[in-house]
């Protein structure tokens, strides 16, 4: 396992880390850092224009490593599957303006009143299967992240890296591959053999950090820690993407309100000392 830290050159710092940052703020607080990318959420972006985004990352210096999120993938009735579709071919569009190769998918959760979860991850692979060629089109590859299965019924009714390549590996791995996000992994056994496996398909498309804190606060989902904060060994998992081949940037991606309480410009520069720590 390597102990020496990652230098800031592999660090990107996700946009919901420090949320309570625009735009303009967020690059230039990483230049100031010496922090190189940024992952960018949808939402933000499209407020203050995708093309005006892509143009202000640039000016920066700042590369785009991902785009969040496509993906509400698992409705079972037939328009809200149309619009659902229409909107992660946006978002592949908005994905490759904004420079960026990788658009991390949340698959959606159970419909109301379902039980079926093989049903629902299904149709996942059904949308994959429309998706992808548009991906591919745009020079953009289609991240499938699970979430933590307390997200299951809700959000993500993929829960594991083993699930993610099984819907992965029906298509070709520069259309489709996986995310390893460690808030959501940190406690899967299985997750080591199943990087490797994602490694040598050539499926590792994104590595993510958070820290796992306890107790959890009310708003899970919100319950994200600063790195060294909680009970994930990150360099365990940085090992196992190393040996897996991916030498990529390393996006730390934090919801924490306590976080988004402080200066977003104190929080960039901790994000950076804990990743050089930590990471």
């Known amino acids: 396992m390597s102990t020496a830290a990652l230098p800031l050159t592999r660090l990107s710092v996700n946009q919901q880390t420090v949320k309570q940052l625009s735009l303009p703020e967020l690059a230039d607080g990483?230049?100031?850092?010496?922090i190189p990318a940024v992952g960018l959420w949808?939402?933000?972006v499209q407020e203050y224009g995708v093309e005006r985004t892509a143009r202000l990352m640039r000016d920066a210096g700042?590369?785009?490593?991902?785009?969040?999120?496509?993906?509400?993938?698992?409705?079972?009735e037939e328009a809200a599957r149309a619009r659902a579709l229409d909107d992660n071919r946006a978002a592949i569009d908005e994905a490759a303006a904004l420079g960026t190769d990788t658009l991390v998918l949340v698959s959606g959760g159970l419909p109301p009143g379902s039980r079926d979860l093989a049903g629902a991850r299904e149709r996942v692979a059904e949308a994959?299967?429309?998706l992808g060629p548009h991906a591919e089109e745009r020079g953009v590859r289609l991240a499938v992240e699970p979430l933590h299965p307390m997200f299951a019924a809700d959000r993500c009714v993929v829960s594991t890296l083993g699930q993610a390549l099984d819907l992965a590996e029906r298509f070709p791995a520069h259309q489709v591959g996986v995310v390893v996000d460690t808030y959501h992994v940190w406690w899967d056994d299985q997750a080591p053999a199943q990087i490797a496996r994602a490694g040598r398909g050539g499926r590792l498309h994104a590595f993510q950090l958070a820290d796992w804190i306890t107790p959890l606060p009310a708003g899970?989902?919100?319950?994200?820690?600063?790195?060294?904060?909680?009970s994930v060994?990150?360099?365990?998992?940085?090992?196992?993407?190393?040996?897996?081949?991916?030498?990529?940037?390393?996006?730390?991606?934090?919801?924490?309100?306590?976080l988004w309480a402080r200066d977003g410009a104190e929080v960039l520069r901790e994000t950076a000392e804990r990743f050089t720590a930590y990471a």
């Open 233 to 258: 060994d990150f360099r365990a998992f940085r090992a196992c993407v190393e040996d897996a081949g991916y030498d990529g940037p390393v996006e730390v991606e934090i919801f924490n309100e306590a």
């Open 220 to 230: 899970v989902l919100l319950g994200r820690g600063q790195l060294g904060d909680g």
């Open 30 to 34: 990483c230049a100031k850092e010496g």
């Open 42 to 44: 949808r939402a933000p």
């Open 128 to 130: 994959l299967a429309v």
């Open 62 to 76: 700042l590369t785009v490593t991902s785009l969040c999120r496509g993906g509400f993938l698992t409705d079972t």
